[in-house]
């Protein structure tokens, strides 16, 4: 049954990418037709017949006649969807609710019906497709994924509808395709405290040894999987020998019951296991899977400073970012393997783009797919089948070039992940990218870190907040804090202008082992799921890292020991 799964999958979805690239040289319309057919079924909607959707008949029109909105004009209008309103923003009914994961602001609803859906799932059997003939190009093949994503719902409204995170939505929605293509069962991931979910799906994982690809949301998730697997190594093995799974983890007694009756002792797996981790000190994922082919998680944006990291787990494994996606919609299809640029998914939505010189404007002009000029940033925006027309999210995307007339995407930032003393709008992008430059410069691990800015100063300066990765040693703080500053200007020319005059020195502050795991504890508190766990690396609240103790605080002025 899993051979013809997977050969099925295979077959098709390579078959689905080829029918997609045949189209990338028709993108204007291709682009246009989607538009058009989407405002032809939206046209009798609340919100069509405010905008008059049936007169429309070009995308000049459309821009013309649609202004360019911000969430909250559609939030009465979901609020009312969720207590049971038809008709409103789509046509179709609404099967679910994405919850985004709030990590640049308050969570948002967004309507998921079944036709919207469909072209989300489209884009992610095409990326598949993508995926598996690469592989094969490198002498590999795809095949069984550990993957650690939550299908816990959030709860549902008063009418009915469900509603959580997007993740959740489409594990239920695709349960038995997932059911087949994970290497563990579908149960583990019902488990809901976080490091026995993580424990178990290693744990059933592990007895496969043939396990081709390992999925998470973002880079920073598959080195927690790592370290997971390398913290609770010994445990792990003493189960697969016993056939028992450990006591200490949180599960709930009747999912554990269930987990137990389908996990048994493998012996012969547990001494292969048990003869690496004495060997070589520790067990990785590479170690583990000795058939491990590809990491599937989000690039571009900070993802390039987690990557750093991961020689030291995965290996020379490549990565795929699969497909470039929010609550909100798929904008690209990642198309090989170790690449962070991605083809734009024209079957995915109707897309448009803001220039820089726009980003302030109320009414900005934008740009189609064909339009866009590679090196240049934008800001994306979507019309889709959510119910949303000509959305901005706030991503900041660059366009890197053109597969024949369909832009190459890399995401670079939020629109409110920048950093400003004055006016000088320092970048997320920017900053981390300066990061990776020091770690090489100076041989050094960074368990992550952060760039705030001090409190009661004006203009404020730069708080350059770092944690050392286990294990790592960083002798030159000074020399580290200079480089810092000479890296930022040469990245940021607003920056190297400020600081001539206005903006003070940066401070370094080298927080205690562990002081980042506390502000992650500090999200998941709040509610962002732990699958979707994002890490600012530039903030502007001067209360984010609070509480943090210091090891060592070091300016350009004097290195002080606090």
């Given amino acids: 049954m899993t051979n013809l799964f997977f050969s099925l999958l295979t077959s098709f979805s390579e078959r689905a990418k080829d029918n997609f690239l045949k189209k990338l040289n028709q993108t204007p319309t291709i682009q246009e037709k989607f538009l058009l057919q989407l405002l032809q ?8 017949q405010k905008y008059q959707l049936q007169d429309i008949k070009t995308i000049d029109q459309f821009r013309e006649q649609i202004p360019v909105l911000p969430y909250a004009n559609y939030e009465p209008y979901i609020n009312r969807i969720a207590q049971g309103a038809k008709n409103v923003l789509t046509p179709d009914p609404v099967v679910y609710l994405n919850m985004t994961s709030g990590s640049t602001g308050n969570p948002k609803l967004i309507p998921v019906t079944k036709r919207f859906q469909n072209t989300l799932g489209k884009a992610n059997f095409i990326s598949i497709g993508f995926l598996s003939q690469a592989l094969r190009s490198h002498g590999s093949q ?7 994503n939550s299908p816990k719902l959030y709860g549902t409204t008063d009418a009915g509808i469900p509603y959580g995170p997007a993740s959740t939505g489409v594990l239920r929605m695709g349960k038995w395709v997932y059911g087949q293509l994970f290497a563990m069962p579908y149960e583990t991931l019902k488990v809901d405290e976080l490091v026995a979910r993580h424990y178990v799906a290693l744990l059933f994982a592990l007895q496969d040894t043939n396990l081709r690809g390992i999925g998470q949301n973002f880079p920073m998730l598959l080195l927690r999987l790592a370290n997971y697997l390398e913290t609770y190594s010994e445990e792990l093995i003493h ?26 002792a493998t012996p012969q ?5 048990k003869e690496i981790l004495h060997s070589e000190g520790k067990l990785t994922p590479k170690l583990a899977w000795k058939n491990l082919s590809f990491l599937v998680s989000a690039r571009g944006g900070t993802s390039d400073f987690y990557f750093q ?28 393997l170790n690449v962070d640029s991605s083809i734009l998914a024209i079957e995915s939505g109707f897309f448009e783009f803001v220039p820089q ?12 797919a064909t339009e866009v000029k590679p090196g240049r940033l934008y800001r994306i925006l979507t019309t889709n089948y959510s119910g949303f027309y000509r959305y901005d999210i706030g991503d900041v995307v660059e366009v890197v070039g053109f597969h024949e007339q369909t832009p190459l995407l890399v995401f670079r930032f939020r629109q409110g992940g920048i950093i400003s003393a004055t006016t000088e709008k320092t970048t997320e992008f920017q900053v981390t990218k300066v990061m990776e430059a020091l770690q090489q410069e100076f041989n050094v691990a960074l368990e992550d870190f952060c760039i705030t800015l001090s409190a009661g100063e004006f203009p404020a300066r730069y708080l350059v907040n770092i944690e050392l990765a286990k294990g790592q040693n ?7 804090l200079a480089s810092f500053d000479n890296k930022l200007k040469e990245a940021n020319s607003y920056y190297e202008l400020k600081r001539r005059d206005q903006i003070q020195p940066p401070r370094l502050r080298l927080l205690q082992p562990g002081s980042f795991g506390i502000i992650r504890q500090r999200q998941l508190d709040k509610g962002m799921p732990d699958f979707q766990l994002k890490f600012p690396h530039t903030s502007e609240d001067r209360n984010f890292l609070a ?16």
């Fill in 269 to 273: 797996r547990a001494q292969e296991l």
């Fill in 309 to 336: 990291r991961f020689p030291e787990y995965f290996g020379d494994t490549p990565g795929f970012g699969a497909v470039y996606s929010s609550s909100e919609g798929t904008f690209s299809i990642n198309h090989s």
């Fill in 547 to 562: 509480g943090l103790e210091i090891e060592k605080e070091v300016s350009s002025e004097e290195l002080s020991l606090t």
């Fill in 142 to 148: 795809f095949g069984k994924l550990l993957a650690t």
């Fill in 474 to 480: 960083l002798p030159d703080l000074p020399g580290f």
């Fill in 239 to 264: 189960n697969l020998e016993t056939g028992t799974i450990a006591n200490w983890l949180q599960i709930e007694p009747e999912l554990r019951t269930k987990l137990e009756n389908i996990f048994h």
């Fill in 41 to 48: 079924a939206h046209k009798n909607t609340e919100l069509g």
């Fill in 357 to 368: 010189d726009q980003w302030s404007a109320e009414h900005p002009k934008t740009l189609l």
